[in-house]
Protein backbone atom coordinates (compact mmCIF):
# COMPACT_ATOMS: atom_id res chain seq x y z
CA UNK A 1 0.00 0.00 0.00
CA UNK A 2 2.94 2.36 0.93
CA UNK A 3 4.14 1.66 -2.73
CA UNK A 4 0.73 3.15 -4.20
CA UNK A 5 0.90 5.72 -1.53
CA UNK A 6 4.46 7.38 -2.62
CA UNK A 7 4.02 6.62 -6.64
CA UNK A 8 0.58 9.18 -5.90
CA UNK A 9 2.56 11.44 -3.94
CA UNK A 10 5.22 11.24 -6.53
CA UNK A 11 2.38 12.46 -9.09
CA UNK A 12 1.33 15.56 -6.98
CA UNK A 13 4.56 16.83 -6.64
CA UNK A 14 5.17 16.31 -10.04
CA UNK A 15 2.18 18.30 -10.82
CA UNK A 16 2.53 21.04 -8.57
CA UNK A 17 6.12 21.71 -9.81
CA UNK A 18 4.43 21.82 -13.67
CA UNK A 19 1.67 24.13 -12.89
CA UNK A 20 4.36 26.48 -11.05
CA UNK A 21 6.01 26.50 -13.90
CA UNK A 22 3.37 27.00 -16.08
CA UNK A 23 2.09 29.98 -13.84
CA UNK A 24 5.67 31.24 -14.07
CA UNK A 25 5.68 31.06 -18.06
CA UNK A 26 2.33 33.02 -18.25
CA UNK A 27 3.74 35.65 -15.86
CA UNK A 28 6.38 35.77 -18.26
CA UNK A 29 4.07 36.21 -20.91
CA UNK A 30 1.96 38.54 -19.12
CA UNK A 31 5.49 41.04 -18.61
CA UNK A 32 6.15 41.00 -22.67
CA UNK A 33 2.70 41.84 -23.51
CA UNK A 34 2.88 44.99 -21.24
CA UNK A 35 5.96 46.01 -23.03
CA UNK A 36 4.28 45.87 -26.44
CA UNK A 37 1.68 48.32 -24.52
CA UNK A 38 4.41 50.82 -23.84
CA UNK A 39 5.99 50.48 -26.78
CA UNK A 40 2.82 51.33 -28.64
CA UNK A 41 2.11 54.42 -26.37
CA UNK A 42 5.99 55.50 -27.36
CA UNK A 43 5.52 55.36 -30.86
CA UNK A 44 2.70 57.13 -30.17
CA UNK A 45 3.72 59.96 -28.21
CA UNK A 46 7.22 60.48 -30.20
CA UNK A 47 6.05 60.68 -33.87
CA UNK A 48 8.37 60.48 -36.13
CA UNK A 49 11.43 60.20 -33.53
CA UNK A 50 9.76 56.82 -32.04
CA UNK A 51 13.12 54.88 -34.40
CA UNK A 52 15.49 56.47 -31.83
CA UNK A 53 13.48 57.05 -28.55
CA UNK A 54 11.78 53.96 -28.75
CA UNK A 55 14.85 51.84 -29.88
CA UNK A 56 15.22 50.42 -26.64
CA UNK A 57 11.84 49.68 -25.49
CA UNK A 58 11.53 47.53 -28.80
CA UNK A 59 14.94 46.06 -28.39
CA UNK A 60 13.01 44.59 -24.68
CA UNK A 61 10.34 43.46 -26.58
CA UNK A 62 11.86 41.64 -28.87
CA UNK A 63 14.19 39.50 -26.50
CA UNK A 64 11.14 39.03 -24.78
CA UNK A 65 9.32 37.55 -27.66
CA UNK A 66 12.08 35.10 -27.96
CA UNK A 67 12.40 33.99 -24.41
CA UNK A 68 8.80 34.19 -22.62
CA UNK A 69 7.03 31.98 -24.49
CA UNK A 70 4.12 29.82 -22.84
CA UNK A 71 5.07 26.25 -22.51
CA UNK A 72 2.70 23.88 -21.21
CA UNK A 73 2.65 19.53 -20.61
CA UNK A 74 0.34 17.30 -22.72
CA UNK A 75 1.13 14.10 -20.23
CA UNK A 76 2.23 12.76 -17.00
CA UNK A 77 5.58 11.24 -17.39
CA UNK A 78 7.00 9.54 -14.17
Do not use: P
Not at 21 to 38: G, N, Q, T, Y
Not at 53 to 68: A, G
Amino acid sequence: MSEFADKAELIKSKLQEREEFIRESWVKAMEARLVRDELTKCHRNEGVNHLENCRWLSDKYITMLKENKVKGYKKIDV
